[in-house]
């Protein structure tokens, strides 16, 4: 299967590869988070998914695990349903490398179990554009970000008064209603939204492979449910003192409750055990601050930013209480200045800092960081009037608690012909240990010190068809052992593969996009590292039957893919789910929607022992002013 895949793929892309410009191009959509600053997609060196608020509202997705996970190829695993904990993986590089912004605001989680960004709880129904930026950027963005970037920018406020509302129903007793407000004048402009999301789920916890009831649903064992419910809001307002002078300030809240299953490690067979409980639940209670200044005039671009990120997640459990309470405190300064006609330098400072709450009483746990930075940009005509694009970043963070750090990365991207381009970059980054990983409930161990790594990668293509080679390293990897907790291989990690992705429209109604990930990983010792699929195809199709009806589908491989490192434990691969969702425009106010997920309701599991959805229908209602 593998080899077909590969073989099928890269067959297309040869077969393709002087396909004119897709008339639909994502080319001039903007990307935020690539340089630090917005430039269109085609003036981007580093490699960039984007996922358009029209692909958001076409698919329906509801939260941003599906998102990732359908529209991205991010591989994902889940221990259970709704809100449970996710992580994923960008070219293998786990959550806890890939750095999470939601407006500019760091949401990952310096507490967290596994130390990463609670991706289960964030909703979508409020969100313009996710831009997935692969490679390292920790020499833009500093730690979290050897992996990649995952920016996700919410709606604004349009000219006048704007409204929307939906309600959603479902499987599992899911609902789900949003209410979307905004006002935009000359001066002023307010965005207003709030959801509230529910569902009784399913049992989180299913048999292990190899159990006798293996393949058997959570109705047919008996097995209690563990409900879920999100609360989100979020406010941002914006005031426009003079045409080239902006305050801007924005809340996002996040409140959730999600009940799991407790579990336990077997010493004597090496295995981890979920089982059955209707005790354990977490609550979670984020919010995120944002105030910024900017000013823009013919040279420069100027923005002074505070950002708040305050976490508390409180897990009530079956052998007592956990409390995992934080924060992250950023104060930032920044400017651009054009120096050619299509050249700039970015330049600017931060301090960053991270604290831990209350895992022991009166000892709370700190670290912060100062760190400077510059990025250069030159766009120029080198080769037949053909576009080369270069940039160069590099950054230095003086921490009080780890050694300092210089990191950097550099691009060049040269138009060939048309639309054909072949691109190139490099980056260092730099992951200093979570407070949660060094102090916390469970695992902790103080002597982590930082992960550095090497990315790489190199691409070939059109805005309709490209190729991507890649090669990352980690030295020094830090891996979560159930028998020892935060342990560190000495050494490097290395992980490797190839990219495959097209997307094209014809005959203005139909669209067609597909994304494959080849993906091979060893740590230091030359052991497979786990959870991570040898394979990934990612396909859709939408089918525009006329201005007010379309019909899409999405399928989803999954290749090998083993529970732990070495490829040992459980076999979590070698399947295909498959999914429909209609749209349908009754008017110009109100939309109707209906979507099926695993429409085969095909049985497996992202993580060994835990449960994943069965075949699952909604409908839902769309109203909008």
Do not use: C
């Not at 800092?353 to 760190?371: H, I, L, P, R, W």
């Amino acid at each position: 299967m593998k080899k077909t895949i590969q073989l099928s793929l890269l067959g297309a892309v040869l077969a393709i590869s002087a396909h004119a410009e897709n008339q639909y191009t994502l080319e001039n959509i903007n990307v935020s988070a690539s340089q630090g600053t917005t430039l269109k997609k085609k003036d981007v060196t580093d490699s960039v998914t984007i996922i358009t608020k029209e692909e958001l509202e076409e698919s329906r997705v509801t939260t941003l695990n599906e998102a990732l996970n359908k529209l991205a190829n991010l591989s994902m695993t889940q221990n259970g349903g709704r809100g449970t904990s996710a992580s994923f993986y960008i070219r293998g590089m786990s959550s806890k490398r890939i750095l999470v912004l939601i407006d500019g605001v760091r949401y990952n989680n310096p507490t967290a179990i596994g130390a990463a960004a609670e991706f289960s709880q964030i909703m979508l129904d409020n969100v313009e554009r996710i831009e997935v930026i692969k490679g390292a950027q920790s020499g833009v963005w500093g730690s979290d970000a050897s992996g990649g970037v995952i920016n996700i920018i919410t709606a604004g406020a349009k000219q006048g008064l704007h409204a929307s509302a939906t309600v959603e129903y479902g499987a599992y007793n899911s609902a789900k209603t949003s209410l979307h407000a905004s006002y935009g004048a000359k001066k002023f402009d307010i965005t207003a939204n709030g959801l509230l999301y529910t569902t009784d789920g399913f049992s989180a916890v299913e048999p292990v492979k190899g159990n006798v009831n293996y393949g058997k649903r959570y109705d047919d064992l008996g097995l209690e449910k563990d409900p879920y419910i999100n609360r989100t809001n979020n406010l941002k307002v914006g005031y426009n003192f003079t045409q080239n002078d902006r305050l801007e300030a924005s809340v996002n809240i996040i409140k959730s409750t999600v009940h799991y299953d407790a579990s336990s490690y077997n010493f004597t067979t090496g295995t981890f055990v979920p089982t059955d409980s209707p005790i354990p639940q977490t609550t979670v209670f984020n919010r995120f601050y944002n105030l910024a200044f900017t000013h823009k005039d013919k040279t420069n671009d100027i923005k002074i930013a505070y950002n708040t990120s305050i976490f508390d997640r409180d897990i009530v459990g079956t052998y007592g209480s956990y409390y995992y309470n934080g924060s992250v405190n950023e104060f930032k300064a920044e400017d651009k200045i054009d120096y050619l006609k299509n050249s700039f330098v970015r330049f600017g400072a931060s301090y960053q800092k991270f604290e831990q709450k209350d895992v022991t009483a009166g000892k709370n746990k700190d670290y912060s960081a100062t760190s400077a930075f510059v990025t250069n940009y030159n766009k120029l005509s080198l080769l037949n009037d053909n576009n080369t694009i270069v940039t160069e970043s590099l950054r230095y963070d003086k921490y009080d608690a780890f050694d300092n750090s210089l990191t950097g990365k550099v691009g060049v991207k040269q138009f060939l012909k048309d639309a054909v381009y072949v691109s190139v970059n490099a980056g260092t980054g730099y992951n200093a240990p979570t407070l949660g990983q060094l102090y916390g409930a469970f695992g902790a161990n103080p002597n982590l010190k930082p992960e550095k790594s090497l990315t790489t990668d190199i691409t070939l293509g059109n805005d309709t068809v490209w190729i991507t080679g890649f090669y990352n390293e980690i030295k020094d990897l830090i891996e979560y052992d159930f028998t020892n907790g935060y342990v560190q291989a000495s050494g490097k990690s290395k992980f490797k593969g190839l990219e495959l992705g097209y997307e094209d429209y014809f005959g203005d109604t139909l669209g067609v996009k597909a994304l494959y990930t080849y993906l091979r990983t060893e740590d230091a010792q030359g052991k497979t590292l786990a959870r991570r699929p040898v394979n990934q195809l990612d396909a859709s199709a939408t089918y525009y039957v006329s201005d007010d009806f379309d019909i899409g589908a999405n399928v989803q491989y999954i290749g090998t893919r083993y529970d732990k490192a070495g490829n040992t434990g459980a076999q979590t691969g070698k399947y295909t789910i498959a999914g429909l969702v209609a749209n349908v425009k009754a008017n110009k106010n109100v939309n109707f929607y209906a979507k099926i997920d695993n429409l085969t309701n095909k049985y497996y599991q992202t993580v060994d022992g835990y449960a994943t959805a069965g075949r699952s229908l909604y409908v839902g209602l769309v109203a909008k002013y």
